[in-house]
Antibody, heavy 121, light 110 residues
Framework: EVQLLESGGGLVQPGRSLSLSCAAS????????MIWVRQAPGKGLEWVSI????????HYADSVKGRFTISRDNSKNTLYLQMDSLRAEDTALYYC??????????????WGQGTLVTVSS | QSALTQPPSASGTPGQGVIISCSGG????????LTWYQHLPGTAPKLLIY???QRPSGVPDRFSASKSGTSASLAVSGLQSEDEADYYC???????????FGGGTKLTVL
């Protein structure tokens, strides 16, 4: 069974850092680009970042560029999101997902259940 | 403000059909493939459509989509109560160099 399981969310003060993980199972992780998408309370889905299957290519939403870093360890079948200089507006449920059809073609066909990040003093 | 524009809400009665629109620009919908997602908040989003109009296996053929120029639409026929959810369009934006989602459309089955 294809499965993604996020972890690492929690309550953090503004300006601090947090690292999210997404453990993949049931498929060849290294074959797929992976993304992070978030949903703030009462808001819609917002794309955060994408990483290529090898990890060589990454892109970020303007709202997180320079503060967040996406990475992956294909030997551990795990996707990461390092979040620095967190702001209140980063409060959201963070999802990881697999892109089965390619980096820019999309088709995010498998999603985790999400991990909640709350930025508050 | 989202790069892709969707109506905030849509509704229909059981058995009816409904169309949800998604409007963008030449750098996203006009140039790249569009995808559609169904989402119940707090749960994992579900891929409904990829490559503009292709359904993954397991998605009922009551869901169909089309694209023309810089606009696209998702059609849901034979509405069922379980179709009540938020629907999002998404595409790669070649100018922003990133993915953009629509603001989402809340579908209510009356």
């Amino acid at each position: 069974e294809v499965q993604l399981l996020e972890s690492g969310g929690g309550l953090v003060q503004p300006g601090r850092s947090l690292s999210l993980s997404c453990a993949a199972s049931g498929f060849t992780f290294s074959d797929y680009p992976m993304i992070w998408v978030r949903q703030a309370p009462g808001k819609g889905l917002e794309w955060v970042s994408i990483v290529s299957d090898t990890g060589a290519s990454t892109h970020y939403a303007d709202s997180v560029k320079g503060r967040f870093t996406i990475s992956r360890d294909n030997s551990k079948n795990t996707l990461y999101l390092q979040m620095d200089s967190l702001r209140a507006e980063d409060t959201a449920l963070y999802y990881c997902a697999r892109s089965f059809y390619g980096y820019t073609y999309g088709g995010f066909d498998c999603w985790g259940q999400g991990t909640l990040v709350t930025v508050s003093s | 403000q989202s790069a892709l524009t969707q109506p905030p809400s849509a509704s229909g009665t059981p058995g009816q059909g409904v169309i949800i629109s998604c409007s963008g620009g030449s750098s996203n919908i006009g140039k790249n493939f569009l995808t559609w997602y169904q989402h119940l908040p707090g749960t994992a989003p579900k891929l409904l459509i990829y490559s503009n109009d292709q359904r993954p296996s397991g998605v009922p053929d009551r869901f169909s989509a089309s694209k023309s120029g810089t606009s696209a639409s998702l059609a849901v026929s034979g509405l069922q109560s379980e179709d009540e959810a938020d629907y999002y369009c998404a595409a790669w934006d070649s100018s922003l160099n990133g993915w953009v989602f629509g603001g989402g459309t809340k579908l209510t089955v009356l």
